[in-house]
């Protein structure tokens, strides 16, 4: 079981363990409403932004997955987050399923980082996970996460309204 996430690198990211170091790119990049939009439609504070951050460091030791830090990698700079979550939202179909999610900051969307960085997480959880699916939610009208989540494997399996707004539900079998 995997007590921390490995470091993993693609052609421009390195994915890695969050640090103290990351704390105001990444509150910045959460207190963007252009990235909020469709994840909790509302910026998020600074206490709540870097709690989230936090708590999402705590995956790793209790699930043995969890999220990286998507980071530049010629900078070492955090630039999004993402990986793989179990957040108990109450959702039936994403009940002891990995849950995929991403997000960047808005001045590195439309390059193609997030379709790179979650196929080096797909990749890794396909080699090391034993389950036999991801899953993931998008927002109703998020196209270009539903872009993203086509080119990984997802393919739109229903809707959800438990979390009070509908959201589209996703799943790819193991090795996409």
């Known amino acids: ?75 070492d ?17 994403l009940e002891d399923v990995p849950e995929a999610g991403w997000a960047f900051g808005a001045d590195h969307w439309g390059g193609g980082l997030a379709t790179e960085a979650m196929g080096a997480a797909l990749g890794w959880a396909d080699d090391h996970l034993d389950a036999a699916e991801v899953r993931c939610i998008i927002d109703i009208g998020n196209t270009a996460s539903e872009r993203v989540a086509a080119k990984l494997g997802f393919r739109r399996i229903g809707e959800s309204d438990a979390l009070g707004h509908v959201v589209a539900l996703y799943g790819r079998p193991r090795g996409g």
């Open 1 to 75: 079981m995997f007590t921390s996430p490995p470091t993993l690198e693609t052609d421009r990211l390195r994915l890695r363990g969050q640090r103290l170091a990351d704390k105001h790119d990444h509150i910045a990049m959460w207190a963007d409403e252009r990235v909020t939009r469709f994840i909790g439609g509302e910026p998020r504070t600074p206490d709540v932004s870097w709690g989230k951050y936090l708590s999402s460091a705590g995956l790793w030791p209790v699930m043995g997955f969890g999220y990286w830090v998507f980071a530049d990698r010629a900078s």
């Open 77 to 93: 700079r955090l630039i999004g987050m993402g990986g793989l979550s179990y957040f108990c939202r109450g959702i039936p179909e």
